[in-house]
């Protein structure tokens, strides 16, 4: 299993510019969701899915959208790039059965926006 | 609502050092409980589990026991070693399948020669 893998591993972008982050798992999980982390905020949900065509909102979801149209496939589009979005991207996924699974990341996104 | 605290960073210890990293945690009911490791420029990877009281989680050299009564899952290791510089994050799963896993801020650790 390659498990999650994310491309690219870095991008940068200037302002105003679009761009989708790739995120892709081969173990049949439901459960996929996107992490932010930026220095001294630790981790931050921007969108999850609980199985194709089910996506939802996390804590920090503004500039972000998703889709869900395979199992596999979660990708996270920028429509306009700000500053503001400069992070390192996480991808993640899990089963959902019983609540208490391991949840497994990608290698991240290193972003950054002029 | 699920949350966990972690103790403030960053540590900076020599090498074969004694280890404690402590975590506390608020749930509901009793939930697995989770130690992530952060290598630098990596993801997230799993470090050691313990799925219910008085449980003990160990990888690796690093140990974690499930206090019930104290709420807490304090990441423990003997003798540290330069390789395992990373950050460190407690975790807390939903206990519901579409919840989402409740995470401490991280503890930076940083292990000199």
């Known amino acids: 299993n390659a498990g999650v893998t994310q491309t690219p591993k870095f991008q940068v972008l200037k302002t105003g510019q679009s761009m989708t982050l790739q995120c892709a798992q081969d173990m049949n999980h439901e459960y996929m969701s996107w992490y932010r982390q930026d220095p001294g905020m630790g981790l931050r949900l921007i969108h999850y899915?609980?199985?194709?065509?089910?996506?939802d909102q996390g804590e920090v979801p503004n500039g972000y959208n998703v889709s869900r149209s395979t199992t596999e496939d979660f990708p996270l589009r920028l429509l306009s790039a700000a500053p503001s979005q400069t992070s390192v991207y996480f991808c993640a996924s899990r089963h959902t059965s019983g609540g208490n699974n391991e949840q497994f990341f990608g290698p991240g996104t290193r972003l950054t926006v002029l | 609502g699920n949350s966990v605290t972690q103790m403030e960073g960053p540590v900076t210890l020599s090498e074969e050092a004694f280890l404690t990293i402590n975590c506390t945690y608020t749930a509901t009911g009793y939930p697995s409980l989770f130690w992530y490791v952060q290598y630098p420029g990596e993801g997230l990877q799993l470090l050691l589990k313990?799925?219910?009281?008085?449980d003990k989680g160990s990888n690796k050299g690093f140990e974690a026991t499930y206090r019930k009564e104290t709420t807490s899952f304090h990441l423990e290791k003997g003798s540290v070693q330069v390789s395992d510089s990373a950050v460190y994050f407690c975790?807390?799963?939903?206990?519901?399948?579409?919840?989402?896993?409740?995470f401490g801020q991280g503890t930076i650790l940083t292990v000199h020669p």
């Open positions: 313990a799925t219910k009281a008085d």
């Open positions: 899915s609980v199985g194709a065509g089910i996506t």
């Open positions: 975790a807390l799963p939903p206990g519901t399948s579409y919840g989402k896993l409740t």
